[in-house]
């Protein structure tokens, strides 16, 4: 099993749609969590922590379910600049230090 | 512009060749951490750097990869005698302290191509 597994996509959603990724991991010692924005051939960049049951940022929404090793992110109101690759990201512990393991990523489009 | 740096933003080599890539972190920044990215996939961690202190390294790095940070500022990474599978996009990140929830912040990354 992947240290952390996204929803593969791709998601072609109108504007103004709500959608949600998933996204699980495998180390049940992971403390915080946190979602990259990667737009196509840019470096990634935070879209938002997550260190208790959730976080919310506008019309982003992240939540986390520790028992069953989950994390989501849910964008309402679905705008064109949000399209992009999301990665859902899990900090895990290795010899010395936290290194963040990405996942695949999620594919994002939104429709005019 | 005070964010990471990377330099070149691209290359294209002939397999076999060596290479070298640099990283200028965030001025204040102690922790610098390597990444390489493939078409479809997330970052994979290579290596990490504490200052001028290299920490930790994956399996993923052979031999023929090799990081320094030498006066704990900028960072090289260096890869010997290319194979066409090191093509990919090498990504640099940098932050400040030891909490884990401390953002990374990644540079433009350097595109390597082996032809």
């Known amino acids: 099993r992947k240290e952390v597994e996204q929803d593969p996509g791709p998601f072609n959603v109108p504007e103004g749609a709500t959608v949600a990724f998933n996204c699980t991991y495998s180390?049940?010692?992971?403390?915080?969590f946190f979602w990259y924005r990667q737009d196509c051939r840019k470096e990634p960049k935070l879209l938002m922590s997550?260190?208790?049951s959730g976080n919310e940022d506008g019309r982003f929404t992240a939540q986390l379910n520790r028992a069953s090793q989950y994390i989501s992110l849910l964008i309402r109101d679905s705008k064109l600049s949000d399209s992009a690759t999301y990665l859902c990201?899990?900090?895990?512990?290795?010899?010395?230090?936290?290194?963040?393991?990405f996942g695949s990523g999620t594919q994002l489009t939104v429709l005019p | 512009d005070t964010g990471v740096s990377q330099d070149p933003r691209h290359k294209i080599t002939k397999r076999g060749q060596n290479v070298t890539f640099r990283c200028d972190p965030i001025?204040?920044?102690?922790?610098l951490y390597w990444y390489r990215q493939t078409l479809g996939q997330g970052p994979e961690f290579l290596t990490y750097?504490?200052?001028?202190?290299?920490?930790?390294k994956s399996r993923l790095l052979s031999d023929r990869f090799s990081a320094e940070r030498p006066k704990g500022s900028f960072s090289t990474l260096e890869i010997q005698r290319t194979e066409q599978g090191d093509s990919a996009m090498y990504l640099c990140?940098?932050?400040?302290?030891?909490?884990?929830?401390?953002?990374?912040?990644f540079g433009p990354g350097t595109r390597l191509t082996v032809l």
């Open positions: 001025s204040e920044h102690n922790r």
């Open positions: 750097f504490q200052n001028e202190a290299q920490l930790e």
């Open positions: 990140a940098s932050r400040y302290g030891t909490a884990s929830y401390n953002e990374q912040f």
């Open positions: 997550v260190y208790s």
């Open positions: 990201v899990v900090p895990i512990s290795s010899g010395s230090a936290r290194q963040l393991t």
């Open positions: 180390n049940s010692a992971s403390q915080s």
